[in-house]
């Protein structure tokens, strides 16, 4: 599940990007994670959580586009198929058109 709602910065990351950590339910990062994040015209990419000493549980999408666009982010299980909710991320539009930066962070409930 979603750890809160989007956090929206206008830099504190290394590029346009959605990222965030996966945590298991004792709060601790967890690793090998898959996500798959989409965007209004169906472009896709997909990010697993690290397993690196310094990104351990975190995952980033890089994101190419400089305009106004919708994404959605989702938690894929181990066969592929969405196990979470989908959560839309604005990039350059709403209230937040300068956040370069998204940070979505998830925890496992079960």
């Not at 997909?46 to 549980?57: H, P, V």
């Not at 980033?60 to 198929?81: A, E, K, Q, R």
């Amino acid at each position: 599940m979603p750890m809160g709602p989007v956090r929206h910065t206008e830099g504190g990351c290394p590029g346009p990007s959605i990222r965030g950590t996966v945590y298991d339910q004792a709060g601790n990062p967890l690793p090998g994670v898959r996500l798959w994040m989409y965007d209004q015209w169906a472009n896709e990419a997909f990010a697993e959580s690290k397993s690196g000493a310094i990104d351990f549980g975190q995952y980033d999408f890089p994101i190419f586009h400089n305009g106004p666009v919708m994404f959605y982010v989702t938690i894929l299980g181990p066969d592929g198929s969405p196990i979470s909710p989908t959560v839309e991320v604005p990039h350059r539009q709403g209230p937040y058109p300068a956040a370069n930066c998204h940070w979505l962070d998830w925890k496992r409930v079960r």
